[in-house]
Structures are given as structure tokens and as C-alpha cells.
């Protein structure tokens, strides 16, 4: 018995570490997760753009030319070539705000690839639990020929002395066949599985078949661990950004400038100046930036409580729906011992001709059914927990 334990915990084990390095390819290999590198890339190289002033502007003028002739000449001394360099200074504090933005936007994008990750992870999850289904199920529906096949071993000894009829190995042959297409169909959806599961990847790996053993429940630690938690926090910091942004859009910008202008037998001459913007219209035009940054905060930490609240709901949620199919096992477990008891009294009697071959098909097939469901039970489990996991 304790070699038995043992054996269990090392194969749940073996499991554990194929499904974790199957998790650990996907990330690193899953082509959809892979863009999320370049969008973060890109939002990084925004937030320098901002920092950095914005070209100069070079301007060539003529300057109060007759309309004689297009050029300045001596008989008007007023015209001129001139040639200038103009160059925009948004506010220092205003760069760093918008560039302040642009990184937590990247990352927003950081916490939308943890998300869609942990999705990810989920399907590859099921995907998995699905496979070892199929593949225990093949496994089993094989032993059930094997069954099958000492039934009607038995049956054609009984036959060869007139204790049998031919209908029952005639029903034992079709029977085979028709396990025998169940198999063939668990081997397509395997197979069909496997390509799924390939494509989550990121590229081909050989898959391991291990025992489907039951996950349990996991315990719920901190909400705002949550990929969908971290994900409202993200896009709240960002707006958070942006308010500060729009309260600093009236402060002043300032563009400084330069000019050169040539006279034809005049001295040239030189200008420098300086403008800046004036907020006079800030109650009719910034005062409401800062306002729809505002209301779009308040809504985005409302978002962030529902999310709170639909997370914790979700979890315990799929808890209660785990303990219920849990006790469902459990049923159908004691069932399947029944059933076995009752094969091997059936058994004994049909060798006595105490019984009919359809009795003890028909508890056969009961016996099938329940191992099967049993199997689809710890799938389901898994899967639940899997749900649980993707949440937390």
C-alpha cells in the first residue's frame, strides 16, 4: 500500500513538472505573446520622443518688396533678404508628463501579456487535461477488449459443450468492434489535440503521457495578484498620468527666435525674440481636458472594484462548483467497487450457467461507463482548478 501511495505522488510529480516546462515553452515561445515585446518596445521609444524638443523651424523671407520689382533695391530701403531660425520650447514639466505617460502605457502592456498569458494558460491547461483524458480513456477502452476477449474465450468453451449460443459470441464480436471504433476515435481527437496543444507552444515538443491525476483547489491568496486586478491597476495608473498631463496644459510654451536680413547698400541686420503662449482661455478650453481626465479616473477605479468584486465572486464560484463535482467522484468511485463485486459474482455464476452472457455485458458495460466517467470527472475537476488559477 505504501508502495502504491508512493508511486502515485511520484507520477503526480512527473505530471506537475511536464505541464510547468509546457507553461514555461509557452511563454517564451507563443507567437501571439511574442508581439506584446514589440509594443512595449514601441511605447518606451514614444516616452523618449517627448523628451526631446521639437525640430527647429528655418525660414527664409523677403521683406517688404515694391511692387516694381520683386527684389530688394537700393530705392527702397525698407526691403530685404532675411533668413531665420525659430525654435518651439514646450514646457520641461509638460515633456515629462507625456513621457511619463508613454511608460505606463508600456506598462498597461506589460499587465495585458501577463493577462493574456495566464489565458493562454488556461487553454493550454485544458487542452492538457483533455489529452490525458483521451489517452486514458484509450488505455482503458484497450483493457476493455482484453475483457472482452476472455469473455469470449469463455463463451466458445461454453458453446463447444452446448451450454452457449451462437448469438452470444456473435454479441461479443460486435461488441469488440464497436470498443474498438471508440478506441480509433479517442487516437483522431488525441491526435487532434496534440496539434492544438503544439500550436499554444509555439513549436513541436514530444508530449509524455502521464497518469490524469486529480488537482486540488487552490487556496486564494492576495486579489491584487490577479492579472485581471493588475491589469484595471495599470490602465488606472495611466489615467493617473494623463490627469497630471492635462492640470499642466495651460502653463505657458515658450518659442524663442532668431533673424538675419540683408539690405542691398544698407547695414544688415539682426533680431532675436521670445514668445510664450497666454492661458486666457483655460475656464473654456484646458479646464476641460483636466475634467475628462478626471471623470475617466473616477471610472477606471470603479471598473477596478468591479473587477475586485468579480474575481472574488468567480473563485468561489468555481470552489462551490469543484466541491460539488468532487463528491460526484466520490460516488461514482464507490459505484465502480460495487459494480466490480458484482462482475466477479456474475462471472462465477455465468461459468456455473447461472446466469446469461447479456447479464453480464450489461454489468460490464455499466462497470465501463463508470470508469470513464470517472476519468471525465477528474478532467472537469482539473479543469475548475485550472479556471481558478488563470483568475488568481
Same mark, same amino acid.
Given at each position: #500500500? ?75 530701403? #525698407? ?28 506598462? +498597461?502592456?506589460? !499587465? ?172 473654456? +478650453?484646458? +479646464? ?7 471623470? #475617466? ?12 468584486? +468579480? ?51 450489461? !454489468? ?29
Amino acid at each position: #500500500m505504501k508502495l502504491l501511495v508512493l508511486f502515485l505522488i511520484f507520477a503526480g510529480f512527473l505530471h506537475a513538472s511536464q505541464l510547468e516546462e509546457l507553461i514555461k515553452i509557452t511563454k517564451e515561445n507563443n507567437i501571439f505573446l511574442k508581439s506584446f515585446e514589440n509594443r512595449v518596445k514601441s511605447k518606451l521609444y514614444k516616452s523618449e520622443f517627448f523628451l526631446s524638443l521639437p525640430n527647429p523651424e528655418i525660414k527664409f523671407i523677403l521683406r517688404n518688396f515694391d511692387t516694381d520689382e520683386f527684389f530688394p533695391r537700393k530705392e527702397n530701403p #525698407m526691403g530685404s533678404y532675411t533668413v531665420g531660425i525659430a525654435q518651439k520650447y514646450p514646457l520641461f514639466k509638460k515633456r515629462i508628463l507625456s513621457s511619463e505617460i508613454l511608460k505606463a502605457e508600456a506598462e +498597461r502592456e506589460r !499587465a495585458l501579456k501577463n493577462l493574456y498569458a495566464e489565458r493562454i494558460i488556461l487553454q493550454l491547461k485544458e487542452k492538457y487535461y483533455e489529452l490525458l483524458f483521451e489517452w486514458e480513456r484509450e488505455k482503458y477502452l484497450r483493457k476493455v477488449l482484453g475483457e472482452i476477449k476472455k469473455l469470449k474465450e469463455i463463451t466458445e468453451e461454453k458453446y463447444s459443450y452446448g451450454k452457449a449460443l451462437l448469438s452470444d459470441i456473435l454479441l461479443l464480436k460486435a461488441e469488440s468492434l464497436k470498443i474498438e471504433t471508440r478506441i480509433k476515435r479517442a487516437v483522431a481527437k488525441r491526435k487532434r489535440l496534440e496539434k492544438d496543444i503544439h500550436y499554444l507552444l509555439g513549436k513541436e515538443v514530444k508530449l509524455n503521457y502521464e497518469p490524469l491525476n486529480l488537482k486540488r483547489f487552490p487556496s486564494v491568496g492576495n486579489i491584487e495578484e490577479s492579472p485581471y486586478v493588475a491589469l484595471k491597476v495599470a490602465e488606472a495608473e495611466v489615467l493617473k498620468k494623463k490627469l497630471k498631463r492635462a492640470k499642466v496644459e495651460h502653463l505657458p510654451d515658450f518659442k524663442f527666435f532668431a533673424e538675419y536680413s540683408t539690405r542691398p547698400q544698407l547695414p544688415d541686420l539682426f533680431s532675436v525674440g521670445l514668445a510664450l503662449s497666454i492661458p486666457l482661455y483655460y475656464k473654456k +478650453r484646458e +479646464r476641460f481636458l483636466v475634467l475628462e481626465a478626471s471623470e #475617466m479616473l473616477r471610472a477606471k477605479l470603479t471598473e477596478l472594484r468591479d473587477t475586485k468584486l +468579480r474575481v472574488r465572486e468567480s473563485v468561489e464560484g468555481l470552489r462551490e462548483e469543484y466541491e460539488l463535482l468532487e463528491k460526484a467522484l466520490h460516488k461514482v468511485e464507490e459505484e465502480i467497487e460495487v459494480k466490480k463485486k458484482e462482475i466477479e459474482a456474475l462471472l462465477l455464476a455465468y461459468q456455473y450457467d447461472r446466469t446469461d452472457i447479456r447479464e453480464v455485458l450489461r !454489468a460490464y458495460r455499466i462497470l465501463w461507463s463508470l470508469e470513464i466517467e470517472r476519468y471525465s470527472l477528474i478532467a472537469q475537476l482539473n479543469k475548475i482548478v485550472a479556471k481558478a488559477e488563470e483568475l488568481l
